[in-house]
């Protein structure tokens, strides 16, 4: 059984949020998650941003290669396809053919520029597939965990790391490889 996750994918230069693949992702009404997680501020005065962005034009396959993911999840990815356009920037790894569907892995990992909020929630309602977004603390200036993702925002910029498909016998990615792969992207700036 081949778990699959809703898309990240990366048409025409743009990153998109697809449906998920020929009905195999968990059922539920995509959009039931809020955006509204904020953190608790620290004092009663208003605390400025945690950060002021992440750096601009990063190559994330090159920040990121395939030997680095491999490492961090402990999986086998051999191809990583860069992908940036105005404002974004993203790299989609795999473990080779596409038609080997019981044994194919597919990662993203990518950055929005200025999409702020709106893309935050964008993102947070696409990968969640109904699933409960679950504060992530020390991370930017706010992050969720979405199951089979990681959201962070970064001053106005908006980075993800998301596990798109792997088969159901090999086990999830925890929470802490996600944040140190989006670790790697803050630490460029």
Not at 24 to 45: D, L, M
Not at 144 to 160: L, N, P, R, W
Request: glycine share 12%; charged share 15%.
């Amino acid at each position: 059984m081949v778990r699959r996750h809703t898309l990240t994918a990366f048409l025409a230069g743009s990153l998109l949020i697809a449906g998920p693949l020929t009905g195999c992702a968990a059922a539920g009404s995509p959009g039931t998650t809020s955006s509204s997680v904020t953190p608790a501020p620290a004092s009663p005065s208003k605390q400025p941003p945690a950060s002021t962005g992440l750096a601009k034009n990063l190559d994330v396959c090159k920040l990121i290669p395939v030997s680095k993911l491999n490492s961090v999840t402990g999986r086998t990815y051999v191809t990583a396809s860069s992908h940036s356009a105005t404002g974004e920037s993203g790299c989609v790894y795999s473990s080779g053919d596409s038609n080997d569907i019981p044994n194919w892995l597919k990662f993203s990992i990518g950055i929005y520029y200025g999409g702020g909020e709106a893309k935050f929630s964008y993102l947070q309602t696409g990968l969640a597939l109904g699933d409960p977004a679950v504060p992530v603390p020390g991370i930017g200036d706010k992050a969720v965990d979405v199951t089979y993702a990681v959201i962070a925002e970064f001053g106005t910029d908006v980075a993800f790391a998301s596990d798109d498909e792997h088969p159901g016998t090999i086990q999830d990615i925890p929470q802490s490889d996600y944040l140190t792969l989006i670790g790697v992207l803050q630490a460029a700036r």
